[in-house]
């Protein structure tokens, strides 16, 4: 149960609680109901609130999703939507975690590290995807051991500047551009349902 103490020995006559503070002239206002009383009608005791012990009220529940405005797997689609045609996102466990596939084989997932940093790791080391050995990355986005994490990153940022920062960093990080890639012919559609990778263009008639 959620609690909190009030520290006084008044009671509200009207609706029974205890935050109850004094006002002027003997009286006493609840902060609940908004009725005002005499002190003499509130008081639980003749001590005057320095002896009893503290009233406990009750907190209003906890109301999931207000804590929390989106979630790290919301990250990731939103990014997959910047990115464009051929990028999609799936969901982790609970939202915690996300992962956003492109037309690569190695994917890009997103996490929240043990320091708090927003993270985006991904494997570099597929021949076929050809990323950049030292990739130029954008402003606010740092090394990271197996990928790159947003510096600064906070959930205050909002949805759509973490995704756009989360986009541009994998760009950078894979040296995406749309012009190079085939998709649409057949051939490439089908490399990409028995690899995950869909054929830069000319590799088609080489297949």
Same mark, same amino acid.
Not at 9 to 31: F, I, K, Q, S
């Given at each position: 149960?959620?609690?909190?103490?009030?520290?006084?020995?008044?009671?509200?006559?009207?609706? $029974?609680?205890?935050?109850?503070?004094?006002?002027?002239?003997?009286?006493?206002?609840?902060?609940?109901?908004?009725?005002? /009383?005499? /002190?003499?009608?509130?008081?639980?005791?003749?001590?005057?609130?320095?002896?009893?012990?503290?009233?406990?009220?009750?907190?209003?529940?906890?109301?999931?999703?207000?804590?929390?405005?989106?979630?790290?797997?919301? /990250?990731?689609?939103?990014?997959?939507?910047?990115? $464009?045609?051929?990028?999609?996102?799936?969901?982790?466990?609970?939202?915690?975690?996300?992962?956003?596939? +492109?037309?690569?084989?190695?994917?890009?997932?997103?996490?929240?590290?043990?320091?708090?940093?927003?993270?985006?790791?991904?494997?570099?080391?597929?021949?076929?995807?050809?990323?950049?050995?030292?990739?130029?990355?954008?402003? $606010?986005?740092?090394?990271?051991?197996?990928?790159?994490? /947003?510096?600064?990153?906070?959930?205050?940022?909002?949805?759509?500047?973490?995704?756009?920062?989360?986009?541009?960093?994998?760009?950078?990080?894979?040296?995406? #551009?749309?012009?190079?890639?085939?998709?649409?012919?057949?051939?490439?559609?089908?490399?990409?349902? #028995?690899? +995950?990778?869909?054929?830069?263009?000319?590799?088609?008639?080489?297949?």
């Amino acid at each position: 149960m959620n609690t909190t103490t009030v520290v006084h020995a008044l009671t509200c006559t009207a609706c $029974g609680g205890h935050d109850v503070r004094y006002a002027a002239r003997r009286r006493a206002a609840c902060n609940d109901c908004g009725k005002e /009383i005499m /002190i003499a009608e509130a008081m639980r005791c003749d001590c005057w609130g320095y002896e009893c012990v503290p009233a406990v009220v009750r907190k209003p529940a906890f109301a999931p999703g207000g804590e929390h405005l989106f979630s790290i797997s919301d /990250i990731a689609h939103a990014t997959a939507q910047l990115l $464009g045609r051929a990028w999609t996102a799936e969901s982790g466990l609970w939202g915690a975690r996300g992962a956003v596939y +492109g037309p690569y084989c190695a994917s890009f997932e997103f996490a929240v590290d043990n320091e708090g940093d927003f993270i985006i790791e991904y494997e570099a080391h597929f021949v076929d995807d050809a990323f950049p050995e030292y990739p130029t990355l954008p402003e $606010g986005v740092k090394d990271y051991i197996g990928g790159v994490y /947003i510096e600064l990153a906070s959930e205050f940022d909002g949805l759509e500047s973490l995704a756009t920062k989360a986009a541009a960093a994998i760009r950078a990080a894979s040296g995406y #551009d749309p012009d190079d890639f085939d998709f649409t012919s057949s051939a490439s559609r089908q490399h990409h349902i #028995d690899t +995950g990778r869909y054929l830069r263009k000319g590799e088609a008639e080489e297949v």
